[in-house]
């Protein structure tokens, strides 16, 4: 069958590709060590399942509001007003299928062909294949290894343009693990205040999982002169990646229009997920606490590991649980086992998994060509086990003869 042109220029999700040929050699039996899943390995807490269930055996298994049940909507609006200084209401918030599509709908929603999404890079794979089935074009403004992957004020200043029309700032970041302090963000608020046309996609999903000197805050309460649209979910803070729960908090236009979008294409999330809502942000909070700190443990120790290995870069994580180090130096230019040149990370991600069993995501598909991504979102057995794989394999690699 012909397919349209929009899905023939569209990426397939590499991280999403990595986890599954992971998953499929181990059920292959082979004994595969993986860096790769986007996903805490922890299960959702009990509390907030016995809400699920709940509402199960009370039949709350009908159409809901395509927003959200009003109590759902109120608990994120609580939410946001107490622990982030937003005051809010429930005409602010809707609710949608992961942050995931709560970014894509709004993508939908204010992008027209020819729009411009700027995008700090390294980013999150789909930033940029959404922000292009919307229409637009992306311009990447680069952020290196040697500023944490960070922007400048001035970076952005010159990125923007006439037709620039959203900013996504996503901090803690996935793929980095790195983040922007307060005193940055404002910085760069102020910069896009100049620009009224222009809107901050605040990615915030990983403002729970946070363990470096520097405290959170919430993109939109820092300069009121920014349009600033707030992306958050339970998957990652509360380990409910499989629940499919994510939420958009702006102004009430904007929630309006990407209801009508909604409504069109998935109405409301799964019913007797809604009370999940309250159940998780509004109960007790030891369960998210453990796993950051469980975060911040293995965080520091992957760091440490990986920086005292020969030619390998790499930010320390201060959030989310992932490392983006930069192996160009270590690794660009050598010879595998097999004799292949490693050119890439995309080479070298392969030539891990098939020598050493170990599975890594490449950096290109992330905006960085010169890295892998890591996910600490596993044990710190498996962490030093892989590590080891990796430090062997890197060993056995052989400098290319130039002729
Ligand atoms: C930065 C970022 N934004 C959004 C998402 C989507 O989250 P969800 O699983 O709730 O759709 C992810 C998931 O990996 C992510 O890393």
């Known amino acids: ?26 059920a292959a039996g082979v004994d595969v060590i993986s860096f790769g899943a986007g996903e805490p390995d922890f299960d959702t807490p009990a509390h907030i399942k016995a809400a699920a269930i ?12 395509c927003a959200g049940t009003p109590e759902a909507r109120q608990a994120v609006a609580r939410y946001m007003t107490t622990r982030h200084g937003l005051p809010s209401g429930p005409e602010n918030v809707l609710i949608s299928c992961g942050g995931k599509h709560a970014l894509y709908l709004a993508f939908m929603a204010v ?13 999150w794979v789909s930033y940029p294949e959404q922000a292009r089935l919307a229409g637009a074009t992306v311009r990447e403004i680069p952020a290196g290894v040697e500023n944490d992957f960070k922007i400048t004020p001035e970076q952005l200043e010159q990125a923007i343009t006439p037709q620039s029309r959203v900013l996504v700032i996503n901090s803690p970041s996935n793929p980095t693990g790195t983040m922007y302090s307060p005193a940055e ?16 996609f605040a990615d915030d999903i990983y403002e729970r999982l946070v363990y470096g000197e520097d405290p959170f805050v919430s993109f939109a309460t820092l300069n009121p002169a920014v349009q600033t649209v707030t992306f958050n ?34 109405s409301n999330i799964t019913s007797f997920c809604y009370p ?23 965080g520091a ?20 649980f992932y490392v983006f180090p930069d192996i160009s130096e270590a690794v660009f230019g050598k010879l595998d086992p097999k004799g292949r040149l490693l050119d890439s990370a995309a080479a070298f991600a392969e030539s891990l998994l098939e020598h050493a069993q170990v599975a890594v995501v490449p950096g290109e598909d992330f905006g960085g060509p010169d890295q892998i991504r890591l996910s600490f979102a596993t044990s710190l057995e498996q962490i030093d086990a892989g590590l080891d794989r990796l430090e062997g394999y890197l060993a056995s690699l052989k400098q290319a003869v130039s002729r």
């Open 111 to 123: 992008i027209d062909p020819g729009d411009e999404l700027l995008l700090p890079a390294p980013y």
């Open 1 to 26: 069958m012909d397919l349209s042109a929009r899905v023939r220029a569209l990426k397939p999700s590499s991280t999403l590709a990595v986890t599954a040929r992971a998953k499929a050699l181990k």
């Open 185 to 200: 963000l404002k910085a760069l608020a102020d910069v896009v205040a100049r620009h009224p046309s222009l809107i901050v």
């Open 54 to 65: 709940q509402a199960l055996e009370q039949g709350k298994t009908k159409y809901e509001p």
């Open 233 to 266: 979910c339970l998957s990652k803070s509360y380990a409910m990646t499989g629940w499919r729960i994510g939420f958009t908090v702006a102004e009430p236009g904007l929630i309006k229009a990407m209801d009508g979008l909604q409504g069109q294409m998935t």
């Open 301 to 320: 120790h992957i760091h440490r590991r990986l920086s005292s290995l020969a030619g390998i870069r790499c930010p320390r994580p201060t959030g989310a």
């Open 276 to 298: 999940a809502v309250a159940a998780a942000l509004d109960g007790p909070q030891d369960e998210v606490e453990k796993m950051r700190q469980a975060f911040a443990q293995r």
